[in-house]
């Protein structure tokens, strides 16, 4: 990896190569270990870096910590300064995709609630058309996890492997990503998003009970049918031949953007091409991310602002 990349790790900036936590810590052996994935996005015109919606990311982390009892939780203000430290110490001036992890160190067992360790690291953003982006689907054997049994709402380490399992047996059937319904059949979402669709011109979610992440993009994309489109979003429970009747389907997360699904058991959905709704979606959300559009000002944070620009031109 490239030599001049940072990682911060426990306070510190540590080159990339040097970022390491010891086998015998919980966050190994059990996974006790929550992450985030956040974006931030290049202005060209403004020539500033907004990280989109940092405030709710670190809530959700903070929440993760509270309910998984981690022994001491980082304010929201230092979890704050450690993003916009690494992203500036990488030098970042183009669009990333941004890891925050909080886990337990130590070599202590299963209920260790401490010592907590904090790592940022930095990536190159990716941006591919909506085009390009179709996306085939199949509707997995696994279930996603429940409540009951494991915290789907948070982000946490552990919830992927329910997520690597459908996806898995998505990828080697031949198809792009997987679905998952909630052990009582009911779409929940996918291995990495959440879904959205399109019926009798409404638009339609899962509710946050179904088993799903409480995603960032999904609040988002609620938030905005409404206010740019007057389309009110209906949360409700989604069966699984309403994926095959869907007029328009599309996954969404801070890292997949918008992905429109055309396919879903290779039943084609409508005619198979990016729908209208999918599309003004994106173009909505593309605006928003970067800044073009004014709306929001408060979802993005910039990164270089005056001062720190300075700062790193000396
Ligand atoms: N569901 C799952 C399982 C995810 O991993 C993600 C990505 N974090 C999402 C939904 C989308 O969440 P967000 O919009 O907060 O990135």
Redesign the pocket.
Known sequence: MSEDRFIHLAGELVPFDDAKVHVFSPAVRFAVHLFE?IRAYWNADTEELYVFRLAEHLDRLRAGMKVMRYEAIPSAAELEAVVLDTIRANKHKGDIGIRLSAYVLGDGFMDARGPIGVMCGTEPGRTTALEDRKTRAMVTAWRRIDDTAMPGRL?SAANYQN?RLGLMEARDAGYDEAIFLTPDGKVA??????LFMIRGGVPVTPPATAG??E????ATMIQSFTERFEAPVVERAIDRTELYMAEELFF????YEVHPIVEVDSITVAEGAVGPQTAAMWTHYEGLIRGTLPDHAEWRTPVWGTQARDAAAE
């Open positions: 994935g982000k997520g979402e996918g291995a990495g998003a959440c799903i992440l995603s960032v993009t999904r969404c997360g801070s890292t």
